[in-house]
């Protein structure tokens, strides 16, 4: 019979319980016995919920206090010395690892201030691992036995779990050198595999039958010396202890499919839903060895549609035909970290849109129910096909979903829709002679510090404990002040502060027409941080001005230029669950129709600088770079339609919130946009080489200081880096700003570094 699996389950309660039980443990307000309690209880709670869903073949170790491959690092002793000295316990490493640890000396015990390791996004989801660092002499060994732990927590509750692991390969591709070493991780690959042989050895003398071993880096376009190491990693492998299931997701192997011919594993689980993955089951099917095992990827992991049970039987029965049913797994194309926990907690969604989603515990139940249509045949879960056909029918012609007036704007959209009426040089010619801005402009990126006292506002007005007319109120006290900051501080251009938004991406999208959003439908992005992705379940489009009101009030209490401040289409696409039945670029160009109704609206309000942020340009990418130029062929495209369609001396700003620009310059380039600001407060500036090497012409803002950090620069630092710059780049075309929004810093904070950034503005300007 054909069995269902689940890749992994979210870690962090249907309540956010990991988050409030961490938060208090790190505040000292709760003890670590209450830490490991509730841990426990979510565990088991996930592991009776799958069971519970006929899930057959459940995960353990999927479970994390902050991040799986953290967990690996600790897992085989990959820890960097420098948390070594403070003699902590198993989890404060762990946390200290994570996020950094401060502590003053207490009882006896030495202060501790040591930074986390470093945080990258997790392939090209919204999640983030910390990066494990490999030393030229790490002593790999077995350090903290956490999946064999899990394992028998599991058997001991009745559940024999198949557990985790990142395999050893796609651990060390993900690492990084350490600081004062020379080999590259992968170079340390022969003295890992023994410890992975041990670890497995432990887990079959425990009783587990399988091992889920996860190799995504096999997904990515990789050089002949990575897929070389598979062969020889995994004959050593395979005899050590359980069967191993080697498992990829989120695209198809492409050219690295042959790397499964003849390897030594007992079973592969690839994805059928992401990406190009789709599209590669035979491929897969040509070349699994006569007694391996199937696991067919078909329930998506990342997002929150409900399946199409008719197609997604269909496709296993192909499998089904070839291999027999038990060679044949159902399962989830990744972990369901990625998706909200449980459907069933929201009460305030549109009934009709309610029937079109599955969350996590939907998404376990669809495994088992589609292995039981095949197993059992159609009529075992009838009554459950026939409800998901309507659902099916219902989506696809849905009036939510389907919009003819935005479908008709799009069907107009042309090259000339996305182009400036002039080129740079003419465009900031008159720009100069519009604004009339000093050399060494400064700004500020466009959000100042969220008070408690906004937030208690915003949650009041939410609760409609406040009117709308008290509300607006408060708002315009708040950009008041927000103004009156910003001329102490002698800024060049204004920004409004924005108050009344809660986030730069749901709050346009509460203000579209084609979201949905939840009360509960939180998502791990990484360590406590949990965010709430708004849902676009039909077609977009703006009846009404978004931020309009705010900017030209703001305008009307100061001469200074104020910049209106729009998240961009591709950043609202990528920070939001998109949808499953319609292409990103055409989701995409449609944000971009909307967001281009609210520039011209903002430069008709008197609003002459406007900047759109587009800080997930890059996480966008395909995983494969043989698919960059397409991606970046709508990418950009949607941007231009976006901002084109102000008059010249109108000012398009842009800002991404990282600095390795080489990869893709171009496409930054062709977005034509008049002022380029960026993240370079943590990169010692080595984006000027790039703007050096490619001779950018636009006027560009490096960031002068780290906003999340409350370090304050003096301004002999800020005098040096702005000369540092101006080697690269000329006076009149370099801004002077942080290198993001200030949001998270206290005012007390934000005075004191924007005065020495503006003091040493001063001193470059006398100087120059």
């Not at 353990?60 to 967990?71: A, I």
């Amino acid at each position: 019979m054909v069995s269902s699996a689940v890749l992994g389950f979210p870690r962090i309660g249907p309540n956010r319980e990991l988050k409030k039980v961490s938060e208090a443990y790190w505040a000292s307000k709760t003890d670590v016995a209450d830490l490991e309690k509730q841990a426990k209880q979510i565990r088991h709670d996930n592991w009776t919920l799958q069971k519970e869903q006929g899930v057959d073949i459940i995960p353990s170790n999927d479970f994390s206090f902050y991040d799986q491959v953290l967990d690996h690092s600790l897992l085989f002793n990959v820890v960097p010395e420098r948390y070594l000295e403070y003699n902590l316990s198993e989890l404060d490493l762990l946390f200290a690892m994570g996020r950094g640890l401060q502590r003053p000396s207490k009882d006896g015990k030495p202060a501790v201030d040591v930074t986390s390791q470093e945080m990258v996004k997790w392939f090209d989801s919204n999640y983030h691992y910390m990066r494990p660092e490999v030393a030229d002499n790490t002593e790999f060994k077995i350090n903290v036995n956490k999946p064999l732990a899990e394992f028998n927590e599991a058997k001991a509750a009745g559940i024999v779990t198949r557990p985790v692991l990142i395999g050893p390969i796609t651990f060390l591709y993900l690492a990084k050198t350490a600081k004062g070493s020379s080999k590259k991780p992968l170079e340390s690959l022969e003295k890992l595999i023994p410890v992975y042989a041990d670890l497995l050895s432990q887990l079959k003398a425990a009783g587990a039958e399988w091992v889920q071993i996860d190799e995504p880096v096999l997904v990515y376009e990789l050089e002949s010396s990575v897929t070389s190491l598979f062969a020889s990693t995994y004959e050593k492998l395979s005899s050590a202890g359980p069967k191993l299931m080697l498992t990829t997701y989120f695209d198809a192997l492409g050219a690295n499919t042959s790397v499964l011919k003849g390897l030594k594993v007992h079973g592969v689980h690839v994805d059928l839903v992401q990406r190009s993955a789709a599209a590669q089951l035979d491929d897969i099917l040509a070349v699994l060895g006569d007694d391996q095992v199937f696991s067919a990827g078909i329930v998506n992991g990342r997002d929150i549609w409900k399946i199409n049970y008719q197609n997604a039987i269909a496709k296993v029965q192909t499998a089904v035909q070839k291999l027999g049913q038990d060679r044949v797994i159902v399962a989830t194309s990744s972990s369901l970290i990625h998706t909200p926990v449980n459907l069933e907690s929201e009460k305030k969604i549109d009934p009709e849109l309610y029937d079109f989603f599955a969350f996590a515990k939907q998404k376990a139940h669809e495994v088992a129910v589609i292995a039981k249509a095949i197993s059992s045949g159609p009529e075992s879960v009838k009554a459950e096909l026939d409800a998901n056909a309507k659902s099916m029918e219902a989506r696809k012609n849905s009036k939510i979903t389907n919009d003819s007036k935005v479908q008709e704007r799009l069907s107009t959209i042309n090259k000339e829709l996305g182009s400036r009426k002039s080129p740079f040089e003419t465009r900031d010619k008159l720009q100069r002679e519009h604004l009339k801005l000093p050399d060494f402009p400064t700004t500020t990126i466009g959000s100042f510090p969220q008070t408690k006292e906004i937030r208690v506002a915003r949650n009041k007005f939410t609760k409609k404990e406040i009117s709308p007319e008290e509300y607006e109120k408060f708002i315009e006290k708040e950009i008041q002040a927000v103004v009156k900051f910003q001329d102490d501080m002698d800024l060049d251009v204004y920004v409004h502060g924005e108050p009344e938004r809660n986030d730069m991406v749901q709050y346009f999208g509460e203000r579209m027409k084609g979201f949905a959003f939840t009360s509960n439908g939180w998502v791990q992005s990484f360590g406590s941080r949990y965010v709430r992705p708004p849902l676009i379940c039909g077609d977009i489009s703006r009846p009404a001005p978004m931020s309009v009101k705010e900017s030209v009030y703001a305008q009307s209490l100061t001469k200074k230029p104020m910049k209106g401040m729009l998240t961009g289409p591709v950043t609202i696409l990528r920070w939001s669950f998109r949808r499953d039945d319609v292409p990103e670029s055409v989701q995409a160009n449609q944000l971009a129709l909307a967001l281009r109704d609210e520039v011209v609206d903002l430069q008709n309000g008197g609003i002459n600088v406007i900047q759109v942020d587009e800080p997930a340009l890059r996480e966008g990418c395909p995983l494969k770079k043989s698919e960059w130029a397409e991606y970046f062929s709508w990418a950009v495209e949607a941007f231009r339609i976006a901002t084109a369609g102000v008059e010249d001396q109108t000012q398009i700003h842009s800002h991404f919130c990282y600095s390795d620009f080489n990869e893709i310059f171009d496409a930054i380039e062709a977005l034509d946009t008049d002022v380029l600001s960026c993240e370079a407060s943590k990169s010692d500036l080595k984006l000027l080489d790039v703007f050096k090497s490619k001779n950018y012409k636009v006027n560009v803002g490096p960031g002068l200081f780290d906003i999340h950090s409350p370090r304050v620069p003096p301004q002999s630092e800020f005098d040096e880096r702005i000369a540092a710059m101006n080697a690269v780049v000329k006076k009149n075309a370099l801004w002077l700003n942080p290198d993001c929004g200030l949001k998270t810093r206290t005012w007390e904070e934000c005075t004191a570094q924007l005065k020495n950034m503006v003091a040493a503005a001063k001193a470059a300007r006398a100087s120059a």
